[in-house]
């Protein structure tokens, strides 16, 4: 009988939940499997409204984990795979508040829940099992990053263009995975509030605008910048709130380039990080939401003169990766494998990935 593994992400954006199917062929990936399933406005809101509040809240873990359940069920349907087939489910949660200085890391649903309701087990605290073992509980695909250029015997660099951007590169002989800071959360967010808009669809709004030289500087003064890795961040340090910080040092700024600036601000802040890849190959993967935004992808191709690649086979797309990158996690949790001491997220000891429910 054949075995399956699920993975399950959404991001900060939270335009989707993505649910990933794949198998193990002879030590290989395959994925065999991807559905993308759309948050409705009234979920968003009320997940939104919890992470401002920044507390749990059991009605709304109950909710989205009923919608999970669900999607897990579509999905093996469409695929006709039964539910006896699945070994497990990797589901990281939606991000409520992550804190790794003070080694707490909380998320929204309940994946004992979801166990209940689907009869698969299902992996999770994923982060939290990381930032008990020293680590900084993210970025963890750079373990999965690691385990892709090892198949391929390859040295490729990784760039993961979410809500905040995370890299993995070799740099004196080691792997190292850090995020760098916003990708497309701050961008999203000055959208909604000044444009009425969700996003900025290619960054070709950003195009209209001209970059604030006094603006980006002051941002660039964040000292989250210049902290050496290992570091994570997210919407509780950069927020619509964190830019108008640095916007009332000006007076007048136009909407459009303040658009443009935060958009160069992750140009340059990915770039920066990526250049101390200084190995001969100079390929980069780039994925996650902000891969279709033009702008930003030409815009680290020119500063930092990486080869892009388009492809990484196995049936990874930039679309379904993270979703993968979790089914694969499951995999080594599921089958008792550890994760070393390593340069990704700074963990200093050994240890599983995840709980199993």
């Keep these: ?26 030590g290989r990936l395959k994925v065999m499997g991807f559905e993308e399933y759309k948050i409705n406005d009234n979920l968003k809101k009320k997940i939104n409204k919890q992470k401002k509040l920044n507390k749990a809240n059991k009605k709304l873990d109950y909710e989205v984990s009923a919608i999970i359940s669900s999607h897990i069920k579509k999905i093996l349907k469409k695929y006709t795979i039964k539910l006896n087939q699945v070994m497990g489910v990797g589901f990281p949660g939606i991000t409520l508040n992550h804190n790794p200085k003070n080694k707490t890391s909380t998320y929204i649903g309940a994946p004992k829940e979801i166990s209940n309701l ?11 099992t990381n930032i008990k073992a020293g680590g900084q509980g993210a970025p963890l695909t750079g373990f999965f990053h690691q385990y892709i250029n090892k198949q391929s015997k390859k040295n490729t660099s990784f760039v993961n263009l979410g809500g905040f951007a995370n890299i993995t ?9 850090y995020d760098t800071g916003p990708a497309n959360y701050l961008i999203d967010s000055w959208c909604r509030e000044k444009f009425n808009i969700s996003y900025d669809k290619g ?10 030289l006094g603006f980006l500087k002051s941002m660039l003064q964040d000292k989250f910048f210049k902290k050496n890795p290992p570091k994570s961040t997210g919407f509780e340090s950069f927020n619509y709130n964190w830019i108008l910080k640095h916007l009332k040092k000006f007076n007048n700024i136009k909407k459009l380039d303040v658009l443009a600036t935060l958009t160069y601000l992750t140009i340059s802040t990915i770039s920066c ?3 101390k890849d200084r190995g001969r190959s100079k390929m980069v993967y780039l994925y996650g939401g902000g891969a279709k935004n033009l702008t930003i992808t030409d815009g680290i191709k020119s500063l930092t003169r990486h080869k892009q690649l388009k492809s990484l086979g196995y ?3 930039k679309k379904n990766f993270e979703s ?6 499951t995999i080594q949790r599921i089958n008792n494998k550890k ?5 990704i997220t700074g963990v200093i000891k050994s240890h599983y990935l995840g709980n199993i429910y």
């Design 118 to 128: 689907t009869s698969i087990p299902v992996v999770s605290d994923f982060r939290q």
């Design 315 to 317: 049936g990874i797309t």
């Design 169 to 177: 590169i070799k740099s004196m002989g080691k792997v190292f995975s």
């Design 1 to 26: 009988m054949s075995e399956y593994y699920l993975g399950i992400m959404c991001g900060t954006s939270l335009d989707s939940i993505d649910v990933s199917i794949v198998k193990m062929d002879n």
């Design 273 to 275: 990080e990526l250049n």
């Design 324 to 329: 993968v990158a979790f089914a694969w996690f």
């Design 203 to 212: 960054g070709k709004l950003a195009q209209k605008g001209t970059i604030h």
């Design 339 to 343: 994760f070393q001491k390593s340069k």
